[in-house]
Every structure is written in C-alpha cells, then in structure tokens.
C-alpha cells in the first residue's frame, strides 16, 4: 500500500460518489493502518449504503469455506466459528459427512484465532436427521466398520472439543441430530420442533454412549421410559426436561446464541479443564472400548430383524416422495 493513501482505497478526496468504493473494498480494512482515513469512511459507508458499519465490518472480517456439505465461517472480529451442516436433503451422517466433521473440527481446534464453535444448519426445518439409514441397510462389512469408526470419533472429538460449544437448533433433531446437540456446551432450540433419541422405533438399539449422555441429561428414570419409546420431545418439553437450554421463535436461534457466547466472558483454562474434568469419564470410556462397540454395532445391524425394519422405513420415505 502506498503511504499516505487510505488502506479502503476509498478514494478520499474525490466526490461522494466515489466513496461507495469503500463498500467493495472494505476486505482491506483488516490492514486499516489510518484512523483519519477510519473515521470518514465509517461516516460516508452508513450514509451511502443505507446499513451500519458495524454489520459492514462484521461482513468483512468473516471468511466462509465450504466442504463436504459443511459450511465454516469465521467471524476474526469475534473469533466465534459457525459450522453450518448443509447436506441435502436432511443433513443424514454418512461415512464421508462424518469424516468431513472429524477433519473440520480438529482445524477449529487448532486455529488459535478461534475461541468457539456454534454448531447449526443451513437447512430448512432440520437440524440434523441422524444417522444415514443407507450406510446400515444391506450395509459392506468394512464400510459399515468404518462407518460406526467414524461417527466414535467425531462424537469424541466434539464432546471433548477444548472450546465452547453451543449448538443453534434449527429444526427437527432426531437420534444422532440429538446426540450433536446433547455434545455441545450449550442450547438453543426453535420453537415447534422435535428432539431426541427415538432409535428403538427403528428397530435399533442406542449404544451406551449414547445411553450415557441422556441420562446425564435427564436422569435415570426419564432416561429409561424416553429410550425404551423411542420418544422424541417438543422444543417446549425439551425445555422442561432440560434436553436444551432456551426456546425461542426460529428467526432469534442464531442471535440467541451469539449474545449468549458474548456473555461467557470466563477464562478460557479454567473453563475448558473444569469440561475436561466433567466429561473424560464418558468420551474416555469409549475410547478405551471402540473395537467391542463397533463389534456390538455390527452384530446388531446385521440381524435379520433389524435389516427388514430398516428396509421398511426407506420403503417408506420412498413412498413420502411419490
């Protein structure tokens, strides 16, 4: 950049019209070196735009990445990333959605410029439906292995993830939505939605990991009648049983979480050791025993029974679509 000029390249100096440069070149503010230069551009942007500074600002200072149906941005001005699942049609977890997680949240763990995570959707209605039926249904061996591998490890990185988590519950959460949910730190759910884990009505038995957080979450008795049923409970009676955090209108989910995470001002050590502390137990017992569950998994999915219940349901969402 030359010295003395604006780092917007704004064009100061010449007529007004020639400030509205300031709005497509405002990436530069990042190396904004110039208050001066600062001061009259925050002027001329929110009179010749028609919108804040600040949300111009905020624009600029993410970045968005997308990959394997994930959406990452980053917000460096608030070191807040937003990691919006976009999978068509119902945000389903298969092999390579689970991997894809995996990889993305180990990057968010190291990026040092990053001091949370919101976990949401960029779909319509859903937050995230579970696991894909596909991977289980007259499933491969070694894919079908790989498959659970995955979804063990993304589940122990995301339940032991150092940072704050909070998830932006956006639609329905049904059995695995409802175990990425449960891992986060903290959350917000819309209103008129469904959440939980309802595998038994698919003819599938929830693992102990999975047994382990819900009764965590809402104890032992309320735990057994909800799994045993397969229920899966309104926004409003998740409230109650404290399965989410706060219910609000679907348009506030994302503000309600935002202001939220601008109010855990806590030291970050001491926030994430005292996590650490309180959930080893769970994600370490699952790794110390990955190869039983897996094996257990297997034989189960594979049983007769199971593979006819399963085979039902896709007949079913078939016919949904006719």
Not at 107 to 117: N, P, W
Request: aromatic share 8%.
């Amino acid at each position: 950049m030359r010295a003395g000029t604006c780092a917007w390249n704004c064009g100061r100096g010449g007529s007004p019209l020639r400030y509205a440069n300031a709005e497509r070149s405002m990436a530069a503010l990042r190396t904004l070196r110039f208050p001066s230069c600062l001061a009259f551009c925050r002027k001329h942007v929110n009179s010749i735009t028609g919108r804040s500074f600040a949300k111009c600002q905020a624009r600029f200072l993410s970045s968005v990445t997308e990959r394997d149906g994930l959406q990452v941005s980053h917000n460096s001005n608030t070191g807040v990333v937003t990691l919006s699942m976009n999978k068509p049609p119902v945000n389903s977890l298969n092999l390579e959605f689970l991997q894809s997680m995996h990889k993305t949240l180990g990057e968010i763990q190291d990026d040092q410029d990053c001091r949370a995570v919101i976990l949401t959707s960029g779909l319509t209605n859903i937050f995230c439906a579970g696991l894909d039926i596909t991977e289980m249904y007259q499933p491969d061996d070694k894919r079908l292995r790989e498959f659970w591998t995955s979804l063990q490890d993304m589940w122990i990185r995301l339940y032991s993830f150092p940072k704050t988590t909070m998830a932006a519950i956006t639609g329905h959460s049904p059995a695995g939505g409802a175990l990425l949910a449960m891992s986060c730190d903290y959350r917000v759910m819309a209103e008129n939605f469904t959440i939980g884990l309802n595998e038994t009505k698919l003819g599938i038995v929830a693992p102990t990991w999975f047994i382990d957080l819900y009764v965590g979450i809402l104890g032992q008795r309320l735990s057994e009648l909800a799994l045993q049923t397969g229920k899966l409970f309104t926004s409003e009676e998740a409230l109650k049983v404290g399965l989410v955090d706060q219910v609000v209108p679907l348009n506030d989910v994302i503000p309600t979480v935002e202001k939220e995470l601008s109010e855990w001002k806590i030291p970050a050590l001491a926030r994430g050791m005292t996590k650490d502390v309180l959930r080893r137990i769970y994600w370490r017992k699952l790794q110390e025993t990955q190869d039983v569950d897996t094996e257990s998994f297997v034989f189960l999915i594979k049983q007769e029974k199971v593979q006819q219940t399963l085979g039902l349901y896709l007949q079913s969402l078939k016919n949904k679509k006719k």
